[in-house]
């Protein structure tokens, strides 16, 4: 079969890349891409914010499926465009995409569903706001509606800090219409964790939990960042805290997307906070995670090309993902200054050294191909290292082993992912 991918980072390369190793798929074709995703696919022409374009190329070319990465073209109905022009899709309806594209909407998902979530009121004017804060003590936690990269919520130590954030969004409108509403929320206390299924609409399958490392800096320092390395490796999470996240969580999240008319179809992405009280949603996202897809996907022993299919066809329950008992660690090497300024165009030395190092795969993030035929970066986080081995010290070893090989001017990466008490 002919497969689309959507999306141009390092989640989107492992993606591919596990696409890429199903004999099922014979073509693979890419929108906007990077080096790496290059390689394995066939470019196409259409401009990657362009649904109609990328929905029309999709049945010009006859795909079968098509694999959407990022959020943004999911919150804006590339699923749906795809779907009713006959495409199998792996990604959610807009309809269903709203769990994420609208921290109010899902919030009032929640909260309609008795889904456990922080207390919070919902707010478009900046007096009410005002009014709002005191109800909940500090610190409190304020976000913007809708999608903002990463930078709508603040967990404000105290009263000037909150006024700040809605001083920001609600007054002086920096997030633009993605802060016309607040949601402020009560500050949950616990142990965060990020954990991840597959939906096909009915039935659904776990993934692996992935820990990840937000800080720049090793020891959990720094400023944050979209994730400098991820590591996954059985016993993460106990089974007894698994069941009680299904049951009280992940089943009745989805089997609400039934009843409330779109069933959830993709990856759901479940946020949480792991508080005295049990877990809570801290929020929704309807796609992976970068970088925990790159160490997940590394666990994966069976067909993702099936696997993605059953997802988008409502065939989960006969096509179950098989996963390896083995752990992934996965090392991000960024660009001097990420999560702040930084240059590109950078030669990127060593790929092919690192790559033969047994088990590592590379996934690139941000990179590209100068005119002379170089990879060079071209973005903030530029590479993503993963090996995989019978156990964490193992993987872990093997992954800075190849990350040692690999150099570009600037690199940056932390020396202590793979480390369980590192965040
Ligand atoms: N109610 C809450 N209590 C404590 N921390 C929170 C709460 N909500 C969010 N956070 C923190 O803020 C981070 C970002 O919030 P999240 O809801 O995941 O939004 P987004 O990923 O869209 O920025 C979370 O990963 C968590 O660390
Ligand atoms: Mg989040």
Known sequence: MKVFVVGSGGREHALTWALSRSNQVKQIYSATTNAGILKLTTASEVNAGDIRAIAEFAKREQMALAVIGPEQPLLEGLS??????GIAVFGPSQAAARLEGSKVFSKEFMTRHHIPTARYVVVDDAAEAFRALGAFGYPVVIKADGLAAGKGVVVAADEAEARQAVQDWLVDRKLGEAGNRLVIEECLVGRELSYLVFSDGKDFAAMPVAQDHKRAFDGDRGPNT?????????????????????????????????????????????????????????????????????????????????????????????????????????VVMASAGYPGIYETGKVIHGLEAAEQIESVAVFHAGTKENSSGEVVTAGGRVLGVTARAENLAEATKRAYTAVEKISFEGMQFRRDIGLRNAE
């Open 80 to 85: 749906d465009a795809l779907e009713s022009r």
């Open 226 to 330: 979209g994730g400098m390395g991820a590591f996954s490796t059985p016993g993460l999470i106990d089974s007894e805290l698994e069941a009680r996240i299904v049951k009280e969580i992940v089943a009745p999240s989805l089997e609400a997307t039934r009843a409330d008319g779109f069933p959830f179809r993709g990856v759901l992405y479940c946020g949480l906070m792991l508080t005295s009280h049990g877990p809570k949603t801290l929020e929704y996202n309807v796609r992976f995670g970068d970088p925990e897809t790159q160490a997940i996907l590394r666990r994966l022993e069976s067909d993702f090309a099936e696997l993605a299919l059953a997802v988008a066809r409502g065939e989960l329950a006969r096509c179950k993902p098989v996963w390896s008992d083995e752990t992934s660690t996965c």
